[in-house]
């Protein structure tokens, strides 16, 4: 992934208003992420806990690529905390606190009245590290290099479908 500058941000989050872009607070260290190690830049928002952003490179018809975000919003289901719950991105199960049923509000007019679409996905919004985590491997299972690319591979086509759902 490309490294973004906080105006390339602020300004790719689709599914919401100027004033949110505005106040949203930009990950910590912006300047010392290893965008290289990420394929979407996804945080908590520090002062408003119930916030999440995904944000990425998009390439639309022109060919040029360009920033594309999503505002995310946590919200806690209720729900037995010995169950073990799988996040839709990564595909990584976790136990249930650790899990968070996240709405986007739908981009345009279907946002405005209240459309939204819903993903549980970790907590922390970490898919991109979990992924790229070296699994247990046994003696019949492919080499550690395809696992994981298959996983940043699922990971990319996951968050495609989740952006294109709710920017559709």
């Excluded at 872009?21 to 992420?33: H, I, N, V």
């Excluded at 998009?58 to 996040?87: F, H, K, N, Q, Y």
């Excluded at 991109?128 to 492919?142: N, T």
Aim: with cysteine.
């Amino acid at each position: 992934m490309r490294a973004m500058t906080p105006a390339e941000i602020r300004g790719s989050i689709r599914n919401t208003d100027e004033r949110a872009r505005r106040t949203m607070l930009l990950p910590r260290a912006l300047g010392e992420l290893d965008w290289s190690a990420r394929d979407v830049l996804a945080w908590r928002d520090g002062r408003a806990r119930h916030r999440g952003y995904l944000v990425r490179w998009a390439t639309r018809s022109s060919g040029a690529p360009r920033p594309e975000g999503l505002l995310l919003t946590i919200a806690r289901a209720p729900g037995r905390p010995d169950r073990a719950v799988m996040c839709t991105f990564c595909r990584f199960t976790a136990r249930f606190e650790e899990v968070a049923m996240f709405t986007a509000p739908r981009a345009g007019a279907a946002g405005l009245r209240g459309d939204t679409v819903g993903v549980l996905a970790c907590e922390d919004l970490g898919c991109h590290a979990r992924v790229r985590q070296p699994p247990l491997r046994g003696p019949l299972d492919p080499p550690v290099e395809e696992i994981v690319a298959a996983r940043v591979a699922g990971l990319a086509e996951r968050i495609d479908a989740f952006f294109a759902d709710v920017l559709g």
